[in-house]
């Protein structure tokens, strides 16, 4: 009897310490697209009732009713750096050097802005709530781990992508860098030795760069933090619980070693199950019995800025379609014209519409998000990319086999309907898609099922810090073992040289011995 109370009161007590926990999401990266993402580990969490509180730069798009969301905007003049170097590097194409440049001034100001949000007074309220761990979406500024250990609070690093040589470092992940493809680096495996060359060129980069950083990283660490019994930054880095990676790399590839801290929630921002479309929506689909085309440029470019020319030729392809089309444009009033075989819609929910099993194609402006919900759902693209990443993305999607990737300010009629017959009759691309999305769909737990287990996890386990690999506290010099070889060299020429030594000595004495008795016998 007593035994089953105390079972009792224990399971209680987990029960307890994990439900409806207060959860911090410190998420202050000025980006769109990494803060869909931290919100969607945050909404997961509120569904599962914990109290999710949420500090961010920018307004979220995606939030939910129970997160209390305390939205810090960057000064005006941080803005419109932000903004003018984003517009810059939209209107003209880039080299190497000078994306780095802007990409470099453009983190100084992201980095003070997120430096000066700690302590505004809107943030430092925070501090009177009584909280049971921080989630830090991660952008250069591990500095706000101060904040978690004034919380005394467990951390939890989100990252967007694949584990990146930094989370590699927080976590005591081997970065394998002969086989893991950094930013951009795209081969066949094995890599070649160019390749691999290329590859460990950008990861001396990226630790060139962490090194510029560091120092003013520390030093801004340091004066947000003066209390004398602060640890200092690299101890908290140290101390880090989990981290969150946006990849599955069971089906994205290649396959490597992950330790048990990293815990993969790619597609994190993907609906698991579609919600209900639209009536009007709904309707148009299910009877596009031939499929539909689902056309999206995205958010940040209106499709009616696009030149009025490149609009008519892309009308002119569509409106010929036996497929049905859904358009997104915004301004209804003014449609590229009037085809009964296409849709307008100002607004779409377009993961609702990849998930429809009419949806055939998804012509798209190549952002990170879309092409992911159409892998999601198993939707082959042709790919009309304009600035940013957009180009990139979709070179990396038309070399995978998911589609066909165009320029859009150069289509013509011919080019375009060539892209769009190719991609809807040849099979080899839904057959590609179709077997990346089955394979990136079966888990054990669904990406919202790991974040609330594990942070669940961390929170039962207070930090769980039995879950950290033991090379997180080794230098470079240990974790390589250079020490040890180092003694082997040294004995290994010490042996060499004595043994020269013992040599010479020996042949002398011979010789020497020889030389005597020859000059005995002469006497
Ligand atoms: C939920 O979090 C807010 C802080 O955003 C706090 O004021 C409130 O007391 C918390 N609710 C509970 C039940 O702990
Ligand atoms: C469309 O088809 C689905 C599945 O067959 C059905 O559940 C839904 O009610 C249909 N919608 C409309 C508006 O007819
Ligand atoms: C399309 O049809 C609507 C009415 O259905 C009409 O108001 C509009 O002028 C037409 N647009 C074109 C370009 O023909
Ligand atoms: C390290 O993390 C644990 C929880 O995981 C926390 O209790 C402790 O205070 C942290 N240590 C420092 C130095 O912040």
Do not use: C
């Amino acid at each position: 009897m007593f035994e089953v109370r105390s079972v009792l009161l224990l399971l209680l007590g987990v029960v307890a310490s994990t439900q409806g926990a207060n959860i911090l999401g410190l998420f202050s990266s000025h980006s769109q697209s990494h803060l869909i993402i931290h919100m969607s580990v945050a909404k997961a969490l509120a569904e599962a009732g914990h109290n999710v509180t949420v500090v961010s730069m920018l307004k979220p798009k995606l939030t939910h009713k129970d997160i209390h969301l305390i939205v810090i905007p960057m000064k005006d003049e941080q803005e419109l750096i932000m903004e003018s170097q984003m517009t810059e590097m939209a209107n003209q194409k880039n080299s190497l050097v000078s994306t780095m440049n802007r990409l470099l001034t453009g983190m100084e100001v992201m980095i003070n802005a997120q430096a000066e949000l700690l302590s505004d007074p809107r943030f430092q309220r925070i501090y009177e709530t009584k909280f049971d761990l921080m989630i830090l979406g991660y952008f250069i500024n591990d500095f706000q781990l101060g904040v978690a250990h004034k919380l005394k609070v467990p951390v939890i690093i989100d990252w967007m992508s694949a584990p990146a040589p930094i989370i590699d470092k927080f976590t005591g992940n081997p970065a394998e860098v002969s086989y893991v493809p950094l930013l951009g680096t795209v081969g066949t495996h094995p890599l070649s030795f160019f390749k691999r060359a290329e590859n460990l060129a950008k990861f001396l980069f990226f630790e060139y760069i962490l090194v510029v950083f560091d120092f003013k990283l520390n030093r801004i660490y340091n004066e947000v933090f003066p209390e004398k019994d602060q640890p200092t930054l690299k101890e908290l880095r140290k101390n880090i619980s989990i981290a969150f990676v946006g990849s599955r790399l069971i089906a994205e590839g290649p396959i490597r070693p992950l330790v048990p801290a990293i815990i993969e929630i790619g597609g994190i921002q993907v609906k698991d199950k579609p919600d209900p479309l639209p009536k009007d929506i709904d309707q148009f689909l299910n009877k596009s019995t031939q499929g539909a085309v689902f056309l999206s440029l995205g958010s940040n470019i209106k499709s009616s800025t696009v030149k009025p020319e490149i609009v008519q030729t892309i009308f002119k392809v569509l409106s010929g379609l036996k497929e049905n089309v859904i358009w997104k444009w915004e301004d209804l009033e003014n449609t590229p014209g009037n085809a009964s075989n296409i849709l307008y819609k100002n607004w779409l929910p377009q993961d609702d519409i990849l998930a429809h099993p009419n949806t055939k194609l998804f012509i798209t402006h190549a952002g990170k998000g879309g092409i992911t919900e159409a892998q999601y759902h198993g939707v082959p693209m042709v790919a009309l990319p304009i600035f940013g990443d957009q180009p990139g993305n979709a070179a990396v999607m038309e070399k995978s086999g998911y589609g066909v990737a165009l320029d859009l300010l150069t289509i013509t009629e011919d080019t375009l309907r060539e892209a769009l017959k190719e991609v809807l009759e040849n099979k080899k691309y839904s057959q590609a898609i179709g077997k990346f999305s089955a394979l990136y769909r079966d888990r054990p737990l669904t990406a919202k099922q790991s974040v609330v287990y594990w942070t669940e996890y961390v929170l039962r386990h207070h930090g769980a810090p039995h879950l950290q690999s033991p090379s997180v506290h080794m230098n470079f010099i240990e974790l390589h073992n250079l020490d040890i070889y180092l003694v082997i060299a040294t004995i290994l020429v010490l042996f060499v040289l004595l043994t020269r030594l013992v040599a010479k000595f020996v042949w002398n004495k011979f010789r020497g011995k020889g030389k005597i008795s020859e000059s005995k016998k002469k006497q």
